[in-house]
């Protein structure tokens, strides 16, 4: 055994997925509300905007479809929401087909990024309209308006106009309107994209309180990681029409399943190189400049093989001395000592690498320099080893 496998022996606790293969269906005995099921779509007969599609959705979940524009995430939203149809398969809600019923009779909840509310309405009559083109009784209308703008904290602002209220606040009468009619589903297109930095993280915390409240199923689309890391139950990373992994948060994060994600969702230090010998699930990283790392081999690269591999900035040590620790050791230089605020992040350079990103605490008692030689530390079941 090699000596970069023999410091990987010791058991691991890391779950990694069969090669290839993101978790896409609910396990045995979950309720189930939403399924799709072999879904493609095509809009030149040719090229597919959605490949194949399984998916579970979970009742009472919040998940978030995310990827890069052009990925289908949104596409599939558009298609359960019925304002798409698929060009082959079938989407099932509770089990029966829904596929080719129309937006109006599936009962769902919608909030755009660009609100569209009635500018001529006021926010009452707005977060009423649902109700009214119901034929819910004058009565019930009132009293599930007013619960409804309670919920969203508008309280006091039913008789003001869309253009009298802040962008926030307009988002929360949106959400109010798909909520009034208590719709089992509210489907969201990147909702909070229009808001400042500071408002946008203020909803994301105020949506997922919501939800932990109501109950209902959300099903979120949006591009912005940090977003869907914050709300989510669970996180579907699109990617060229096809789901690339669909898991937790934190599974996600910590364990991604192939090298799209491992560079999509969050930030992370890729190096470069050959697999060495493998045995099981751990392998050994062999860098052009000669080191030899220990990793995990995530989807069964074969010894020879070209690879890259993913570190997380956050589990590495920058060191201004050589560690005693045994492990995965590298020699470099900090090039930039970058300020965060709540961190530092040292940027540094690898011989025949990218560089290396280190998110640094401002309390740790070695504060390093650009220009400084350091040893970068990270234990073995942290670096994630691609086919």
């Known amino acids: ?12 606790r890391v779950v990694t997925p069969p090669p290839g293969a ?12 939403v399924q799709f099921r072999g879904v493609q779509k095509t809009y030149d007969g040719q090229t597919l905007v959605v490949r194949s599609l399984d998916l579970d959705i979970r009742r009472g979940e919040f998940l978030s479809l995310l990827g890069p524009s052009g990925s289908g995430k949104t596409t599939c939203l558009m298609m359960l929401a019925g304002f798409e149809s698929p060009t082959a398969g079938e989407i099932l809600l509770d089990g029966s087909p829904i596929t080719r019923t129309p937006p109006h009779k599936r009962n769902f909840g919608m909030v755009f990024q660009n609100y569209a509310l009635f500018p001529h309405l006021t926010v009452a009559e707005n977060v009423a309209y649902p109700l009214t083109v119901r034929s819910v009784p004058k009565a019930d209308i009132a009293q599930r308006v007013a619960k409804a ?19 926030g606040q307009q988002q929360r009468v949106a959400l109010a309107r798909a909520l009034v009619f208590e719709p089992q589903l509210v489907l969201m297109d990147e909702p909070l994209g229009a808001l400042d930095k500071q408002l ?32 989510s139950d669970r996180v579907a990373v699109f990617n060229e029409g096809d789901i690339q992994q669909i898991d937790t948060v934190e599974r996600l994060y910590e364990t991604p399943s192939n090298r799209f994600v491992a560079g999509f969702v969050g930030d992370s230090t890729q190096l470069a190189g050959t697999l060495g010998a493998a045995q099981g699930n751990r392998c050994e990283l062999v860098l052009p400049s000669g080191e030899r790392l220990a990793g995990i081999n995530v989807n069964g690269a074969l010894p020879g093989a070209a690879v890259l ?9 920058a060191h201004v001395v050589p560690p005693p620790q045994s ?5 470099a230089a900090v090039n930039d000592v970058i300020y ?8 540094c350079a690898l011989p025949g690498q990218a560089q290396a990103t280190v998110k ?11 220009g400084q030689t350091v040893w970068l530390h990270f234990p073995t079941q942290y670096l994630r080893v691609y086919a």
């Open 1 to 12: 055994m090699t000596p970069a496998l023999k410091r990987a022996a010791a058991p691991l």
């Open 309 to 317: 591999a993913s570190v997380r900035p956050e589990r590495i040590e």
């Open 149 to 167: 703008l309670a919920m969203v904290q508008l309280t006091g602002r039913d008789q003001r106009f869309p253009a009298q209220l802040s962008g």
């Open 22 to 33: 993101p978790a896409a269906t609910s396990p045995e005995g979950t309720d189930t509300l």
């Open 360 to 370: 640094l605490s401002l309390a740790a008692q070695e504060q390093p320099v650009a």
């Open 340 to 347: 965060f605020g709540d961190h530092l992040r040292l940027r």
């Open 200 to 231: 946008r993280e203020h909803m994301q915390i105020e949506l997922k309180e919501l939800h932990r409240q109501l109950g209902v199923t959300f099903v979120y689309v949006t591009h912005d990681q940090g977003e869907a890391l914050t709300m």
């Open 327 to 331: 492990g995965n050791v590298l020699e």
